[in-house]
């Protein structure tokens, strides 16, 4: 989901959390990173029982981490970078920055259902 830009992260679970819960009501754990503050554990777990975990990165390790399926996220951002109206904040409306997110996932799953058919009418 993509809120407004004057939203702060830890202030978005009540925004977020309906939407969420109507789309995918067997939803039990949410990985946040550090920017999810104690408001937004404890409103997920006082309106839906979910248990939001904070994912914290090592603070002996200097520089670059991998951190746990932190490397998910940033790997589909990666994907998305290629799509011009996703590279700068071109949309007005929050809800059209969202849907150009629905087109770019769109045609990445048809680019590889496409070569994974391909594939298989090869061999």
Same mark, same amino acid.
């Given at each position: ?5 004057? /939203? ?17 009501? #067997? !939803?039990? =754990? ?35 981490? /991998? ?17 011009? #109206? !996703?590279? =700068? ?35």
């Amino acid at each position: 989901m993509v809120t407004n830009a004057s /939203v702060q992260d830890a202030n978005s679970a009540s925004i977020i959390g309906g939407r969420l819960h109507k789309k995918l009501p #067997r !939803l039990q =754990k949410i990985l946040a990173d550090q920017g999810y503050k104690e408001q937004f554990v404890t409103w997920f777990l006082t309106a839906f029982q979910w248990v939001v975990e904070i994912v914290q990165r090592n603070s002996a390790v200097k520089g670059f981490e /991998v951190i746990p399926k932190r490397w998910i996220v940033e790997r589909t951002f990666a994907w998305m970078n290629p799509y011009r #109206r !996703l590279s =700068k904040d071109y949309e007005y409306h929050t809800s059209s920055s969202e849907a150009m997110i629905y087109l770019a996932s769109i045609r990445l799953m048809l680019k590889r259902c496409a070569n994974r058919r391909d594939y298989k009418l090869k061999s």
